[in-house]
């Protein structure tokens, strides 16, 4: 059975003190991995699309990395803004997004 | 402000009713998406449209019902509500008909049913 599994749950970290989130997924036939940060009380806001091993996405304090079996998504110095929920999906071979459960970002001042 | 709108915001009904979410893409968008967000579920995909057709099925109760209209604006019906159909309801909206395109999320409607 596709599935992603996100880790950790939960991370808080310092103003500026570095780290990454972890998305693992097995699906058969990888058709893209997605990053989106979801902010409380709203929709999901595209970050970075992946499609193959070795390929990485930057932008701004984020970067996010793939491999055939994981992805990380690496924040650098983040700022309090950077708090947020941030969702990972993966499209399978039956043509639809497989979505993690997040990991919710707490970056204290 | 992604430049999908949902309404209404807010919703709260009873058990055994029917209401209807309302869903405007972005402008030029042509394909709407619907999913359901639970804190024990995570976000869930429910069913896609794309220029008026039905062009994919996630995990859609038979209770719920969708439909997109030829100004591409799409309502998704939800009727003999029970209670664990409280949730958030996002629609998204994207430029083609490819699932794995980049998608643009409403601001969601938050049922709760009582």
């Known amino acids: 059975e596709d599935q992603v599994t996100q880790s950790p749950e939960a991370l808080r970290l310092q103003e500026g003190e570095s780290s990454s989130l972890n998305c693992s997924y097995t699906?058969?036939?990888?058709?893209?991995l997605f990053w989106y940060r979801q902010d409380p009380g709203k929709g999901p806001e595209f970050l970075f699309t992946?499609?193959?091993?070795?390929e990485e996405k930057e932008k701004e304090r984020l970067k996010a990395t793939l491999t055939k079996k994981e992805s990380f998504l690496h924040i650098t110095a983040p700022k309090p803004e950077d708090s947020a929920t941030y969702l990972c999906?993966?499209?399978?071979?039956?043509?639809?997004?497989?979505w993690g459960a997040g990991t919710k970002l707490i970056i204290k001042p | 402000d992604s430049g999908v709108t949902q309404t209404p915001k807010h919703l709260i009904t009873a058990t055994g009713q029917r209401v209807t979410l309302r869903c405007s893409p972005r402008?030029?968008?042509?394909?709407v998406y619907w999913y359901q967000q639970s804190l024990d579920q995570g976000l869930q995909f429910l069913i896609q449209?794309?220029?008026?057709?039905?062009?994919a099925k996630g995990n859609i109760l038979e209770r719920f019902s969708a439909q997109q209209f030829p100004d591409l604006h799409s309502e998704l019906n939800l009727s003999s509500l029970e209670l664990g159909d409280s949730a958030l309801y996002f629609c998204?909206?994207?430029?083609?008909?490819?699932?794995?395109?980049?998608?643009?999320f409403g601001s969601g409607t938050q049922l709760s049913v009582l």
């Open positions: 998204a909206s994207s430029a083609g008909g490819s699932f794995n395109e980049k998608l643009f």
């Open positions: 402008s030029g968008d042509l394909s």
């Open positions: 449209y794309y220029n008026g057709e039905e062009r």
């Open positions: 699906v058969s036939g990888l058709r893209g």
């Open positions: 992946l499609y193959s091993a070795g």
């Open positions: 999906a993966v499209g399978d071979s039956n043509y639809q997004l497989i």
